[in-house]
């Protein structure tokens, strides 16, 4: 079956074309992620990045493909977009500006000004990270006293801010791009690669530990058997669905009867997928980031204590971030109203419900319950990396965030080459049928 989707890949041109802009727009967010800034001393970064390998800075690491150790010119990544994105939302679900309201209203016109204004934002957060995080980095030192720049002058910090906002705009052009001329989504796509890129080395380390002694080998079986249980987990969880059976009256019309047939409304458990995980490392990491580049200071190490990954206090605000971007993003992207006036209007109905305000709160309470049983499911399999690192010594994130991410992004992606293969295998019906009084003909040959 795998050989035959492959072969219906690469027989379908436009497919074709879609996936290999995407593996190009891919491999040149990779060369820029290995590009240094210049007047940046590597081997003190190293240094830094070995010493925190299992904290927020090697997770950072391993998020933005490495980009952030080697303080490349894309270290700063997607996350100020990410940011931008978040705080717009929040805006427009407070209703604090009737003007942003009025353009989300305006259709596919007033989407693109949105998007706008969210770029604008992400270009004034970019300039604004960028400066803490190239200050930050001033105050870095290695062994010796040796600075992580080499000559800490005005101009390099000018500069510096600026590649890094430029480096984000480039990376938010480039999802862009992926979206419009590629197959999935861009951004996550750019973040599937930036963890995927870590990954093989991660592994080769695991492996040299066995090797060397370091980790009994039963440990190891016990990390491959749980890594192989959690993808499963996550592919369940992103897979699965509430079907809410909709029955739709008959109607009749003239001498034709319409409706009578029963359908289904599928509602998933992880309805946002991993948005609202990439949402909730975003707002978590970036202060934590900025504390580790800051160790030398009273608030940065208390605030590095109390948030390690191992701290009670993480796991709760991370999970409780996560469970907020889950309804955040659910009542962004479903309206249980528009689905109650939707059936009414189209003459359906679910089994046992009465149309209207009935069927928008039913609707809504299954929502509610499906929202928080995957909010904690998402919560469970984030926060398992710690408990690896705490018992097995793991020095790098099985499962956990980065798995929700690979598989999410994965299952998305491979879900929309499938709607594309089918859009095609249905392209020569219409070619060769014409419409006649509303009514297909078959004229080929």
């Known amino acids: 079956m795998a050989n035959n989707t492959v072969a219906n890949i690469l027989n379908a041109p436009e497919l074709r074309k879609r996936l290999l802009f995407v593996l190009g727009a891919l491999a040149v967010f990779r060369v820029a992620a290995a590009i240094p800034i210049p007047g940046i001393n590597t081997e003190v970064l190293r240094q830094l990045f070995n010493a925190h390998q299992n904290g ?15 303080f490349s010119i894309l270290a700063l990544g997607i996350m100020p977009y990410i940011n931008a994105s978040i705080i717009m939302g929040l805006v427009r679900g407070a209703h604090i500006f009737p003007a942003l309201d009025r353009m989300h209203k ?4 007033g989407r693109r000004k949105e998007n706008q204004i969210t770029r604008i934002f992400a270009l004034f957060l970019a300039v604004l990270q960028g400066s803490m995080m190239t ?9 010796g006293n040796v600075s992580a720049v080499v000559n800490p ?4 910090f000018i500069t510096t801010v600026l590649t890094l906002a430029a480096g984000t705009m480039f ?15 861009g951004i996550s796509l750019i973040i599937f690669a930036g963890i995927v890129d870590r990954l093989p080395s991660a592994c080769w380390e695991l492996y040299q530990r066995v090797e060397t002694g370091e980790m009994d080998f039963v440990v190891f079986l016990i990390i491959a058997l749980a890594v192989a249980g959690i993808t499963a987990l996550v592919v369940w969880l992103e897979t699965a669905q509430r079907q809410i059976p909709v029955q739709y009256a008959k109607r009749q019309m003239g001498n034709k009867t319409y409706g009578g047939q029963t359908s289904y409304l599928p509602l998933k458990i ?10 909730a490392s975003s707002v978590i990491s970036l202060p934590l980031t900025i504390a580790t580049f800051n160790q030398e200071a009273e608030w940065a190490q208390k605030l590095i204590n109390m948030m390690s990954h191992s701290s009670v206090w993480y796991m709760l605000l991370f999970s409780a971030l996560i469970i907020f971007f889950c309804y955040f993003y659910n009542s962004m992207t479903i309206n249980p109203s528009d689905l109650a006036d939707n059936m009414k209007k189209w003459g359906g109905f679910i089994p046992g419900i009465r149309p209207g305000e009935p069927t ?12 928080f049983c995957g909010a904690i499911f998402v919560c469970l399999i984030a926060v398992l990396p710690d408990f690896f690192r705490s ?10 965030t980065a798995l929700l991410i690979v598989v999410g992004v994965a299952l998305d992606t491979v879900s929309q080459v499938q709607a594309h293969l089918l859009a095609r295998n249905y392209e020569p019906l219409l070619k060769g049928s014409k419409r006649i009084k509303g009514r297909w003909f078959n004229v080929g040959q």
């Open 56 to 70: 927020i800075l090697g997770f950072m690491n391993i998020f933005s493909g490495g980009a952030l150790g080697r």
């Open 106 to 109: 305006e259709g596919e016109s």
């Open 135 to 143: 200050f930050a980095i001033t105050r870095v030192t290695g062994a």
């Open 153 to 156: 002058s005005v101009m390099f």
């Open 171 to 185: 990376v938010m052009w480039l999802g862009e791009q992926i979206t419009e001329k590629g197959v999935g989504n």
């Open 270 to 279: 992880d309805q946002s997928g991993v948005i609202a995980v990439i949402f």
């Open 360 to 371: 928008k709160n039913y609707i809504e309470w299954v929502m509610n319950r499906l929202t």
């Open 391 to 400: 018992y097995f010594n793991v020095d790098f994130y099985f499962g956990g």
